[in-house]
T-cell receptor
Framework: DAGVIQSPRHEVTEMGQEVTLRCKPISGHNSLFWYRQTMMRGLELLIY????????DSGMPEDRFSAKMPNASFSTLKIQPSEPRDSAVYFC?????????????FGPGTRLLVL | SQQGEEDPQALSIQEGENATMNCSYK?????LQWYRQNSGRGLVHLIL?????REKHSGRLRVTLDTSKKSSSLLITASRAADTASYFC????????????FGKGTLLTVNP
């Protein structure tokens, strides 16, 4: 299995630009998580999907952030417009059924730098 | 909000020594998990311990849980240079059956 796939691995953009991060979960997993990792705040859950439906988006910072999961094999996290404080590593993770007893499998992350 | 807090923030040891990392948390938990993150990589699940368990083993890893003290420890025995990584505890608590709250991690350096 290829594991969770994220693209791009690195993204450098200028303030105000739109950024789209992509994730392909492990085949057969029906739960998908987007996290953000910074030195200051550590690893934070942004949004959780189960069976392609957003279940918990309480961690999404503000309206500039949006996430979609059009099908079981693809999800996007979009930031529009981007700001320097959005600079972070964004991880996508998937699990078999979303329960906290399930192991979450993390992708390699997208390192975002907003200038 | 932060639930787990790892201690120490950084730990440097020699190969072959044991490494102990601690995690304290604030509210009652359903389970606690430990993850490893190598530099520039995603997190890898190591072990899960339920609130009614006190100790679990997996290879060179030993995890203990003391719910009365709201703390957990991760022991890595006979450390290797390849164990160099950041280690995070993550807690699941309350009515949520999916949400994990991560600490900020302990950076372990194992010197050859």
């Amino acid at each position: 299995d290829a594991g969770v796939i994220q693209s791009p691995r690195h993204e450098v953009t200028e303030m105000g630009q739109e950024v789209t991060l992509r994730c392909k979960p492990i085949s057969g997993h029906n739960s998908l998580f987007w996290y953000r990792q910074t030195m200051m705040r550590g690893l934070e859950l942004l949004i959780y999907f189960n069976n392609n439906v957003p279940i918990d988006d309480s961690g999404m910072p503000e309206d500039r952030f949006s996430a979609k999961m059009p099908n079981a094999s693809f999800s996007t996290l979009k930031i529009q417009p981007s700001e320097p404080r959005d600079s972070a590593v964004y991880f996508c993770a998937s699990s078999l059924d979303g329960g906290a007893r399930e192991t979450q499998y993390f992708g390699p992350g997208t390192r975002l730098l907003v200038l | 909000s932060q639930q787990g807090e790892e201690d120490p923030q950084a730990l440097s040891i020699q190969e072959g020594e044991n490494a102990t990392m601690n995690c304290s948390y604030k509210t009652s938990i359903n389970n606690l998990q430990w993850y490893r993150q190598n530099s520039g990589r995603g997190l890898v699940h190591l072990i899960l311990i339920r609130s009614n368990e006190r100790e679990k083993h997996s290879g060179r890893l030993r995890v203990t849980l003391d719910t009365s003290k709201k703390s957990s420890s991760l022991l890595i025995t006979a450390s290797r240079a390849a164990d160099t990584a950041s280690y995070f505890c993550a807690t699941n608590s309350g009515g949520s059956n999916y949400k994990l709250t991560f600490g900020k991690g302990t950076l372990l350096t194992v010197n050859p």
